[in-house]
């Protein structure tokens, strides 16, 4: 889809959103599975709500958590980065049911996403690439016939830029956003400043 397309199924954009693990059900004393009032709060760079727009007249909302990432190996971060984006895939899936009841509505989950566009400390090999991570049904014994709406909830993908040009738009078009960063530093940050 074009910008254009795109542009009238977002809901809302938000800068630096915070999360933490303290669940407004454990602060409120309402009934919880989950009893720890102490984590750690993580803080999305860019959360944008949409709504699906292959979902025709239902109202399917997509939420998507934009991180921009300098250090990618594991040697330098100490972890790997693709367990901290299904983290934070998991916590905005969480962040969706707000207080836990005995009558919590599960059916009104809906698909979150972690993107992670990583720029610099990529393994030569790894450069330029972009790789989808999602759930999928596996029927061991016998078979179900389970919708991916139920249980493909969460998915991060990467996308680990590099030096070189190729012939992908995804890169074309975020070569040109961190050059114009770069060429606009002066004037303050376009990220900052909503433009993208």
Request: aromatic share 10%; charged share 30%; hydrophobic share 35%.
């Amino acid at each position: 889809m074009t910008v254009e397309e795109v542009l009238p199924y977002i809901l809302e954009i938000s800068d630096d959103v915070p999360v933490d693990d303290i669940s407004s059900a454990a602060l409120r004393n309402q009934p919880q599975e989950k009893t720890a009032l102490l984590g750690k709060i993580i803080t999305y760079d860019k959360h944008i709500k949409a709504r699906n727009p292959k979902a025709g007249e239902q109202n399917i909302t997509l939420y998507f958590d934009f991180e921009f990432q300098n250090e990618y190996r594991k040697t330098t971060l100490g972890y790997p980065l693709l367990k901290r984006g299904w983290f934070y895939a998991a916590r905005e899936l969480d962040s969706q049911l707000g207080v836990l009841t005995e009558d919590t509505k599960y059916s009104t989950l809906h698909k979150s996403y972690s993107i992670w566009i990583c720029n610099e400390d990529i393994p030569k090999e790894e450069q330029n690439s972009m790789t989808r991570y999602h759930i999928v049904k596996d029927d061991v014994i016998g078979h179900s016939e389970d919708v991916p709406e139920n249980y493909d909830l969460m998915e991060v993908i990467m996308i680990r830029r590099g030096d070189a040009e190729i012939d992908a738009e995804i890169f074309d078009f975020l070569n040109g956003i961190f050059k114009s960063e770069t060429e606009n530093r002066s004037r303050g940050s376009l990220w900052s400043r909503g433009m993208i």
